[in-house]
């Protein structure tokens, strides 16, 4: 008897055994997927982990249904690395498998499929197979894969599935289909053959008698002493002559037209090469961080804002493509690659491939077999935290940029792991390196550079020498007293505004709210209308005329009276960025203005599209919340506002100083990135605070002491490791009962601190009623032993009836 042990793609807390015949034996292998059947009539997907001869005992092992694979398609390193997942995060390997693999490896009977919108495809060329899938789908838009099994009246149906999608016939699921291409901006440049101003003289002559062509051409001249790129728009605007007036001098062979795609705007004296080179303080912190990857496995960047940290980046990847590496370059945020993998490209050519959740499945199985067959337009993966779980043969290098952003953290669903630790272990497992970069490096991050368990390299000067730039704190308070506030614009921002829109350059405003306002409150009586499903106030949208909760969706039309009094007396408390967008229209009504959260992003690309008018400068003024702080480089902006500084302090987190910090850092970093020093200002309720003073002095260093000291008094990372438990239950007895339960039983069993039942800030979301429990484990106590135990009592708790329906999330590290 010869048996298989299998991780299904399902929360299971282990692996199940399934019978395999002599023959599938010698075919099948570690990491190759099969379809086995689970519970009453399911088909899914399974990967092998282990194949053997003992006999499961506890209950009678099922036959495997097909092998899907012909070699394995996940490698060793993925197989223990997930599993290392699976433990540290305290998640089952089935919901890191489910997590790691593009869906269209992991088809299952559920799985639904439909035909592609845009298929054409030619049903002479279908089997006869496909045909009757694809006549079915005619019919009738989406099947379950368990339904096309009678309709062919076969089990195996997995193979025929795949195929149909790989021919992009069909789709499962909703998928993103197309992908985003960066706007071409046509610009215009003065031919080859005509050296700039010394030729002026000649070329004036020979359009003596084309009126507009001159014009045309000395306002190109006049525009070409910025030393930018010459936008035909901005031409047209400035020299008051048509295109076409411009087309005819591209057609005399005077001016020569060029499209630069927007992730990539440089400078017009170089043509074509694109291999900067490095300024000296880039190449002695190139050099730094050579040599530190020679003694350590990891290395920290720590670069100012606009230091060229990317250019550094690069070099580095050079060197390990050029020994045949393959190198993982991890962005937190997936929208930041599409910038990214022009200028990448560009570089590497075609050795460079994206990865992450919003490209569609084919593209994600392509991109997961070219990793597999360590193919050459894959040996530079970019892309967000999904990518590490690719199966690398030979990762010599990891990249990650941004590492302080929390959004490398995955919070929802399982497995909750953190991409940039997640990626470190990868790493160890190929004995391969890696690069963390940032400007304001996470605490855990920073400690462990100076600690000596990371390498460090830092660069303090921006590339060209720019200033950083300079910051202004303006006190509100006094600013409301002496009445120099219009709406929530100092006299002070409204000047440097100002200033800045009559050079033409443009302005960023930072306000880390969406909606008009969180807080609508009567005037009479006080009421302040609430979400009924959770326990938030609901924020005031004034553009669509509705008061939304944020954390579930929930929405109703702005009253105009109050529910409770009647009364018609209805005032906003505290202000988001639509309000902001509307103030400014008001005070700057000549300004294009537009603005960047989650409301105006929702849509596919929309974000891109944004980054690209506001690079194109078809916007002056450019609102949002901390969508823009990452990573993002605009050379026209001279001026950041941040709207209000407090909110960010004073947010319930022990981290709250630190991301404040980095946030405010990050987001003054946009500003005057090339040329001139840039301006910041900063609005505040509380100008001595440490943390905003740490800002205005760019002092990381100060804030790391400060922070490190808290982090040590009260416990917490770097110090302490931290595990959460989140309970929910829609009875709010039974889960007061059930945390006070779950935190006796830890403290008893834990020789550690174990905090809790705590009701969070928010503690009712869509009628689950929430309590928070926390478990603090110091750095020297051994980890694993201490997730055991924790996992014993949870699994105790879940025996307990009157328990078992409440639902407990851990997360470690959150
Ligand atoms: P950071 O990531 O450190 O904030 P970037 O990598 O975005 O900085 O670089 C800031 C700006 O400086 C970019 O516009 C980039 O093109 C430019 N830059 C950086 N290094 C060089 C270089 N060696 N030569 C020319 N331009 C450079
Ligand atoms: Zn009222
Ligand atoms: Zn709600």
Same mark, same amino acid.
């Given at each position: 008897m010869f048996f298989a042990e299998i991780i299904l793609p399902l929360n299971l807390p282990r692996t199940f055994t399934y019978s395999v015949t002599a023959e599938e034996r010698n075919l099948l292998q570690r990491g190759m997927r099969v379809a086995v059947p689970f519970g009453k009539n399911k088909i899914y997907t399974g990967l092998v982990t282990e194949l053997h001869d003992r006999e499961p005992s506890l209950y009678e092992a099922r036959p495997i249904g097909q092998i899907l694979d012909e070699k394995p398609i996940v490698t060793e390193i993925q197989l223990a690395h997930w599993l290392w997942i699976a433990s540290y995060y305290m998640c089952s390997p089935g919901d890191v498998f489910r997590g790691a693999m593009p869906s269209a490896l992991l088809l299952e009977s559920e799985t639904m499929i439909s035909l592609k919108p845009d298929a054409n495809c030619d049903p002479e060329q279908l089997s006869d197979q496909e045909l009757l899938v694809y006549s079915a789908l005619l019919q009738q838009s989406s099947l379950r894969v368990s339904e096309v099994m009678p309709l062919l009246n076969r089990k195996n149906v997995f193979p025929i599935i795949r195929k149909m999608m790989e021919n992009n016939i069909i789709s499962i699921r909703e998928e993103v289909q197309d992908m985003y291409t960066p706007k071409l901006v046509k610009y215009i440049r003065l031919h080859r053959d005509y050296d700039a101003a010394s030729?002026?003289?000649?070329? %004036?002559?020979?359009?003596?008698?084309?009126?507009?062509?001159?014009?045309?051409?000395?306002?190109?001249?006049?525009?070409?002493?910025?030393?930018?790129?010459? $936008?035909?728009?901005?031409?047209?605007?400035?020299?008051?002559?048509?295109?076409?007036?411009?087309?005819?001098?591209?057609?005399?062979?005077?001016?020569?037209?060029?499209?630069?795609?927007?992730?990539?705007?440089?400078?017009?004296?170089?043509?074509?090469?694109?291999?900067?080179?490095?300024?000296?303080?880039?190449?002695?912190?190139?050099?730094?961080?050579?040599?530190?990857?020679?003694?350590?496995?990891?290395?920290?960047? +720590?670069?100012?804002?606009?230091?060229?940290?990317?250019?550094?980046?690069? @070099?580095?990847?050079?060197?390990?493509?050029?020994?045949?590496?393959?190198?993982?370059?991890?962005?937190?945020?997936?929208?930041?690659?599409?910038?990214?993998?022009?200028?990448?490209?560009? +570089?590497?050519?075609?050795?460079?491939?994206?990865? +992450?959740?919003?490209?569609?499945?084919?593209?994600?199985?392509?991109?997961?077999? @070219?990793?597999?067959?360590?193919?050459?337009?894959?040996?530079?993966?970019?892309?967000?935290?999904?990518?590490?779980?690719?199966?690398?043969?030979?990762?010599?290098?990891?990249?990650?940029?941004?590492?302080?952003?929390?959004?490398?953290?995955?919070?929802?669903?399982?497995?909750?792991?953190?991409?940039?630790?997640?990626?470190?272990?990868?790493?160890?497992? +190929?004995?391969?390196?890696?690069?963390?970069?940032?400007?304001?490096?996470?605490?855990?991050?920073?400690?462990?550079?100076?600690?000596?368990?990371?390498?460090?390299?830092?660069?303090?000067? @921006?590339?060209?020498?720019?200033?950083?730039?300079?910051?202004?704190?303006?006190?509100?308070?006094?600013?409301?007293?002496?009445?120099?506030?219009?709406?929530?614009?100092?006299?002070?921002?409204?000047?440097?505004?100002? $200033?800045?829109?009559?050079?033409?350059?443009?302005?960023?405003?930072?306000?880390?709210?969406?909606?008009?306002?969180?807080?609508?409150?009567?005037?009479?009586?006080?009421?302040?209308?609430?979400?009924?499903?959770?326990?938030?106030?609901?924020?005031?949208?004034?553009?669509?005329?509705?008061? @939304?909760?944020?954390?579930?969706?929930?929405?109703?039309?702005?009253?105009?009276?109050?529910?409770?009094?009647?009364?018609?007396? %209805?005032?906003?408390?505290?202000?988001?960025?639509?309000?902001?967008?509307?103030?400014?229209?008001?005070?700057?009504?000549n300004a294009k203005t537009a603005r960047m959260d989650q409301d105006t992003t929702r849509g596919k690309y929309s974000f891109e599209k944004l980054i690209d008018s506001f690079k194109n400068r078809e916007i002056d003024i450019l609102v949002g919340t901390q969508m823009l702080a990452k990573g993002l480089d605009f050379d026209n902006v001279s001026l950041v506002g941040i709207m209000n500084a407090d909110n960010m302090l004073y947010y319930p987190d022990f981290r709250a100083f630190e991301r404040s910090f980095q946030m405010m850092v990050q987001v003054s970093g946009r500003s005057g990135r090339s040329h001139k020093q840039g301006k910041v200002v900063i609005q505040t309720f509380n100008p001595m605070h440490n943390t905003i003073q740490q800002v205005t002095r760019n002092d990381y260093e100060g804030m790391f002491k400060e922070q490190l000291y808290e982090r040590h008094i009260y416990k917490y990372p770097p110090y302490f490791r931290l595990i959460r438990l989140t309970l929910k239950h829609r009875d709010f007895e039974k889960l007061r009962e059930g945390a006070s339960w779950l935190y006796e039983v830890l403290r008893q069993n834990l020789d550690i601190p174990v905090l809790g039942p705590e009701e969070p800030s928010v503690s009712r979301i869509r009628n689950e009623y929430i309590r928070t429990i926390m478990v603090k484990m110091p750095q020297e106590k051994a980890l694993g032993q201490t997730k055991k135990r924790i996992r014993k009592v949870l699994n105790s708790f879940e025996t307990i009836a009157p328990y078992r329906a409440i639902k407990v999330i851990v997360n470690v590290d959150f």
């Open positions: 030729d002026l003289q000649a070329l %004036l002559e020979v359009l003596k008698s084309a009126k507009k062509q001159k014009e045309a051409l000395l306002g190109y001249f006049q525009l070409n002493a910025e030393k930018k790129p010459i $936008a035909v728009k901005r031409l047209t605007e400035t020299s008051g002559v048509t295109a076409a007036v411009i087309k005819g001098l591209v057609e005399k062979g005077i001016f020569e037209e060029y499209h630069i795609r927007e992730d990539r705007v440089d400078f017009g004296d170089d043509r074509g090469d694109d291999r900067l080179l490095l300024s000296k303080a880039q190449q002695s912190t190139l050099d730094n961080i050579v040599s530190a990857l020679e003694k350590k496995d990891v290395c920290l960047l +720590h670069g100012v804002t606009a230091s060229g940290k990317t250019e550094m980046y690069f @070099r580095l990847i050079e060197k390990y493509i050029k020994e045949g590496q393959q190198v993982l370059y991890l962005l937190p945020e997936i929208a930041l690659t599409t910038q990214l993998v022009g200028r990448l490209q560009k +570089h590497f050519g075609n050795r460079v491939s994206v990865f +992450h959740s919003k490209y569609s499945n084919n593209e994600r199985v392509e991109t997961w077999n @070219r990793v597999l067959d360590n193919a050459e337009k894959a040996q530079i993966v970019i892309g967000a935290r999904s990518a590490l779980f690719l199966p690398f043969r030979q990762l010599g290098l990891v990249i990650i940029d941004e590492e302080h952003e929390q959004t490398f953290k995955q919070q929802d669903p399982a497995p909750r792991y953190h991409a940039r630790d997640a990626a470190i272990v990868l790493a160890s497992y +190929h004995q391969a390196k890696v690069l963390l970069g940032s400007a304001t490096p996470s605490l855990e991050t920073y400690y462990n550079a100076t600690s000596g368990k990371y390498g460090l390299a830092e660069i303090t000067e @921006r590339f060209g020498n720019v200033l950083m730039p300079e910051i202004e704190l303006v006190d509100i308070k006094d600013k409301y007293f002496r009445k120099r506030m219009t709406g929530h614009f100092s006299d002070t921002l409204i000047g440097h505004i100002e $200033a800045a829109l009559s050079v033409n350059e443009q302005v960023i405003l930072f306000q880390n709210r969406r909606g008009y306002s969180p807080v609508v409150e009567c005037l009479t009586c006080g009421h302040v209308p609430q979400c009924p499903q959770c326990d938030v106030s609901l924020t005031y949208h004034k553009f669509k005329g509705q008061l @939304r909760c944020h954390y579930c969706g929930h929405h109703i039309a702005m009253p105009v009276n109050c529910h409770q009094c009647g009364s018609p007396d %209805l005032t906003t408390k505290g202000f988001g960025t639509e309000q902001i967008e509307q103030e400014l229209a008001l005070l700057f009504p």
